[in-house]
């Protein structure tokens, strides 16, 4: 399975703005998709957005217009460009990759909190 480490996550007020970035040991274009994920406290895990192999995107209806999913293939990072944060976004941000051979590997997984 890959290894994928996050980092990017924090602490920012309401309006604000983050970047999660997401590394990848393994080339990200022979992953089926690569993504984020989210949970929140007594909450189930929900997809946040996610691109494919040929670069399409699926961005979930509560985030689409200020959630931004994007890669780079050269440093097999995928990016989540956060903006426009509400209170909602809080929540533990998971990092996910899908591989034909090996199904789902898991970022550790990155604390987003929105408080004024």
């Known amino acids: 399975q890959v290894q994928l480490v996050e980092s990017g996550g924090g602490l920012v007020q309401p309006g604000g703005s983050l970047r999660l970035s997401c590394a990848a040991s393994?080339?990200?274009?022979?992953?089926?998709?690569m993504g984020w994920y989210r949970q929140a406290p007594g909450k189930e895990r929900e997809l946040v957005a996610r691109?494919?192999?040929?670069?399409?995107?699926n961005v979930a209806n509560s985030v689409k217009g200020r959630f931004t999913i994007s890669r780079d293939n050269a440093k097999n990072t995928v990016y989540l460009q956060m903006d426009s944060l509400k209170f909602e976004d809080t929540a533990v941000y998971y990092c996910?990759?899908?591989?034909?051979?090996?199904?789902?590997?898991w970022g550790q997984g990155t604390q987003v909190t929105v408080s004024s």
């Open positions: 393994g080339s990200i274009l022979s992953f089926v998709h």
């Open positions: 996910n990759a899908r591989q034909v051979e090996y199904g789902d590997s």
């Open positions: 691109i494919f192999r040929n670069g399409i995107t």
